[in-house]
């Protein structure tokens, strides 16, 4: 699965995108979120405040939605353009 | 017509409104411009603006069509920037015509409220001593 990071969290995370070989039981955004804390401390911090939206394939969705579908998943804080 | 661009360099609201002029015939437009302001406390050096491409075009264009779709609009350009900006840079150029002003006014506030909450950028202010990521304000 291809993964994007954006502001603070790329920073934390120290990279602006990875692929990583998800196990079979990662389901949802959330079983994502749950995998990437356990994996290492680095996601654990970036996570941490639980401030963050998750999009999949550009649309921003909840913590129960199925990525058996999705290409591209974006992990960014809340937005503050304009 | 809806517009929308992405980009680094600076924008001109002139050359945008020219377009405006020759194409409309109609009534009333608006235009609003965002730009870098100072901090109350600190000096700002610079402000950084990151975003997601992809999702940032798109995220745009659905913005202007929905626009279109609840008020009567004929144009509709949106224009914002990323990169390393200064003070008094423009950051953002949302222009909305209609026929009657009321509509033109309705369209370009919902562009510039939906986009602060919803389009992925993001700004960082540089000033002397530290960097700030920029939180949400409501």
Known sequence: ?82 | MIEIKIQSKAFDISNEMKKISKLNADGATVTFMGSVRDLEYENLETLEIEYFPKMAKKVLNKTAKDAYKNWNLSRCIIIHRYGKLKIGDPIVLIITSSPHRKEAFKANEYIIDFLKTNAPFWKKENTEKKSYWVTQKN
């Open chain 1, 1 to 82: 699965m291809k993964l994007l990071y954006f502001a603070k969290i790329r920073e934390v995370i120290n990279k602006s995108e990875e692929i990583l070989e998800l196990p079979q039981n990662i389901n949802t955004t959330g079983d994502l979120i749950k995998f990437l804390t356990e994996l290492d401390d680095i996601y654990k911090n970036a996570f941490s405040d639980k401030n963050f939206f998750i999009a999949c394939d550009e649309e921003v969705v909840e913590m129960d939605f199925l990525i058996k579908d999705t290409k591209e998943i974006a992990i960014f804080p809340p937005v503050t353009g304009g």
